[in-house]
Nanobody
């Protein structure tokens, strides 16, 4: 069973900060990477940031220098620190985990948390 639960979203003014959290239950799961995606209304879901099982990070160009992804040592908690927020950051943010389970590739998603940035 793999379960991902996001929290920390909300309404913030442009230039402000938010910290998103993802609680991950990953028993029987061999993790490859865990990360954050976002989807704005009428747009495709896009990668925001991810971190691999060995600590390699990857960021979308639009958030480099503003967002920071981090995790605990057991990969049970994932965080996204978002600074200098812009209205274009408004979206539903989803926690994602991918890897292998019982020898098969798997991909899990949380339910999402809304981030709204006002001007």
């Amino acid at each position: 069973q793999v379960q991902l639960v996001e929290s920390g979203g909300g309404l913030v003014q442009a230039g402000g900060s938010l910290r998103l959290s993802c609680a991950a239950s990953i028993s029987t799961f061999s993790l490859t990477a865990i990360g954050w995606y976002r989807q704005a209304p009428g747009k495709q879901r896009e990668l925001v940031a991810r971190i691999s099982n060995i600590g390699t990070t990857n960021y979308a160009d639009s958030v480099k220098g503003r967002f920071t992804i981090s995790r605990d040592s057991a990969m049970s908690m994932l965080y996204l620190q978002m600074n200098a927020l812009k209205p274009e950051d408004t979206a539903v943010y989803y926690c994602n985990a991918n890897g292998r389970q019982f020898g098969r590739p798997v991909d899990y998603w949380g339910q999402g948390t809304q981030v709204t940035v006002s001007s």
